[in-house]
């Protein structure tokens, strides 16, 4: 019974690690509402009336979330210099009170100051955001020159409170957050086991809604493990030990991206594109999918992949035993040829990549959980083990030079723009906020300043304006529903604002639509607390939050505009170039050239592609105009999720050289990736400079120098095969990429 409850408690914890990677959000929200809940509980015993405590929740709530460091040495600083800061704050509110004009014109300042300030790091950024909000705070409580000496006690004790959650009640360290990424990695790659082994016996009319879900699995594997690599450094011992998880991370991720891969040409008619994986609704090949196959080799596929899924999801410590070491060998052993069970090509390739796959995950768990026990290893296993403690042994510690790099100034640099840009957004938001209240504008004011957060272009701006005004429009009927029910009843009122906060920080990066509405929620209840809740306030709160908005768009469009086409362009070009970069690196290595960095090409390559997903988002939005252009955007993005899939597989080959027995250079792998590299750089060239010459080559298929060999009998040995038949696919995509883009191809008669 106890082996029954704990084993439910895992799967529990499983699945919200899963949804939660690192559980970041989880402890975000967890540590505000403990502040706030510590700092009203320590003032509502020393008597504060309501109004002190309203101040001091959402002191605590801003002092909790303006410390951006995560090394914890760095947030005790900034914590303790958060204090003067957030005094000062408030005490210019208090005094230039009485003046409006000097009042409004400091707060210009300081909200320019504050964006500026962005450029020195999180430091600044962080006490930047705490000035803006504090001095916020004395407009909402409507603090007076008499009341500062209790805001000061009231925003000490708030930022005490604070500091007491994150170091004592919510201690955060980067080794746990790193612990917590590990286990959200190993619960999403058995859910995307899950979706592979309901795809194996899946009626072709369940399809379609099993490879979405294939799709979405391999997206949110990727995502953790860019979330993984992003605190390797500093949640590891050492450098060797952070580059060997990085590689067995990327292991793992390839691994089951491209065991999905085997799974859908196993079950088509044909080799199914890299592409499928990648582009939401993309359409399966012209034959569809086949029936499901009630052969013994695909039962014996589906109990394979369940046993995979077994030692992904087995707790550590219950790795070993005879029958978990059986389970390996068989698995292992499917990486030799002589082991594969008799099937179709297209079936034991699938063998093939569970045998793949069983490798990473022991070289995942060993790194992750030290060495295993290996008396019950079969030969198979042993020499899978003897490859992972060769790679682990080759790997060496690179001393990066940072040279400097020649950045932009003046209004040029995107912190002196956006600060430009908020502090006018900030003074059309105040005069038209005063038109609406004289007493609310700075609801307008804060709409503004917080659209400009975390965008970079116009259209980023105007869909966060968008979802804000959205989000505020449905917490005022919220707000209005909360606020009748709780009455005069003040810590009932408390409650609810502390679940309002708690939703607001857990759904914040899911949706800002929904952040907005629970924010707006609270809001209802703190004016209730305040005995100034009316229909009315809530409605001009959706007025200031729309006037807020169209300030915010109308001066990112005005001032110093930076169009989406052209910072999706820049990022387009960043992206090309690192693919290019990494793909020269990765076939110079598998010819033989000297050993590469690839591993932290791979990365910043991911990274790039994340950050130009995230620049789309205007254009592939639902309510985007030109559903031609949103659908290209989509397009685009997938075919360069296909070209960043296979430029990692032939990272990932390249770098088991030299320390892999099994895998040898190949010279004749030279020739091949020229062409491919050249078109990645024409389309580069072409996307910054549409009138450039640049044209993509064309030629004989590398499909070609795979023939006559097969599945079954590779014509240049199965590492060599598998390389070219990445580069072919590598290949297809980037050619691919000529036609939406604009590019011209070369024409072959014109060659001759």
Known sequence: MKARGRALLVRLWDRLAASDPGLLRLIAGLRTVAAIALTLILLGSLGFPVPQLVAGA??????????????????????????????????????LNRWPLVSDVSFLLLIFAAVYGRRFGERATGLGLIG???????????????????????????????????????????????????????????????????????????????????????ARLHETALMIQGRLER??????????????????????????????????????????????????????????????????????????????????????GTALAQVRNRLLGYREEDNLPKASPAVQDVFRGIGEAARAVMGLRTALDGPQDDSDDSPATARSREELDAEDAAIEVSEDSDADK??????????????????????????????????????????????FINTASTGEILVKGGRRLVGTILGVVAGIGLAGAVGHHTWTAFALVLVCVFAMFYTAPLSYTLMSFFVTAAL?????????????????????????????????????????????????????????????????????????????????LDQALADLHSAIQPLTHPVAPQRSRRDTARYVVALLETCAYHGRALAATAELLPSNPSIAADPRLRGVCGRIVHNIEAI???????????????GPSIASMLEPGTLATPRWGRVTDRVLRHLQRLDEAVSGLARPLGVPVEVEAAKK
């Open 58 to 95: 959402m002191a605590a709530m801003s002092s909790t979330f303006a410390v951006r460091e995560t090394d914890r040495a760095k947030q005790a600083v900034t914590l303790a210099l958060c204090l003067p800061v957030a005094l000062a704050a408030v005490s210019l509110g208090a005094v």
């Open 132 to 218: 803006f909000q504090v001095y916020f705070l004395s407009l909402f409580v409507r603090a007076t020159v008499p009341m500062l000496p209790s805001l000061y006690v009231v925003i000490a004790v708030a930022v005490g409170c604070s500091a007491f959650a994150r170091f004592v009640l919510m201690p955060q360290t980067e080794a746990g957050t790193l612990d917590r990424l590990r286990r959200a990695f190993r619960a999403r790659l058995g859910q995307l086991l899950s979706t592979q082994i309901e795809l194996l016996d899946a009626e072709p009319d369940d399809v379609d809604k099993i490879v979405e879900d294939l799709r979405t699995g391999t």
């Open 235 to 320: 949640g590891t011992s050492d450098e060797a030990m952070a580059r060997l998880l990085q590689r067995r991370v990327a292991d793992a991720e390839i691994a089951a991206e491209r065991l999905g891969l085997m799974l859908l040409t196993a079950r088509s008619a044909e080799r199914m594109d890299t592409l499928t994986l990648h582009l939401p609704g993309a359409p399966l090949p012209s034959g569809g999918l086949l029936p499901p196959a009630r052969d013994k080799s695909t039962a014996t596929l589906g109990r394979d992949l369940r046993a995979l899924r077994l030692l992904v999801l087995r707790p550590v410590g219950e790795t070993s």
């Open 684 to 698: 580069a060239d072409h996307v910054r400079d549409p009138h450039s010459p640049a044209e993509i080559e064309t």
């Open 524 to 604: 209802g209840l703190l004016y209730t607390l305040l005995n100034t809740y009316s229909m009315s306030v809530l409605l001009l709160r959706v007025e200031e939050t729309a006037l807020g908005a169209a300030c915010g768009v109308l001066t990112a469009a005005v001032v110093l505009p930076v169009r989406t086409d052209r910072r999706t362009n820049d990022l387009l070009v960043d992206v090309l170039d690192k693919l290019a970069e990494l793909t020269r690196a990765a076939v110079d290595q598998l010819s033989g050239r000297p050993h590469a960095d690839l591993v932290d090409q791979a990365r910043e």
């Open 406 to 451: 020649a950045g932009r100034t003046g209004l040029r640099r995107p912190t002196t723009r956006a600060a430009v840009q908020v502090a006018v957004g900030s003074a059309l938001a105040i005069a038209g906020g005063e038109l609406l209240s004289h007493q609310r504008w700075y609801w307008a004011v804060l709409t503004c300043w917080i659209v």
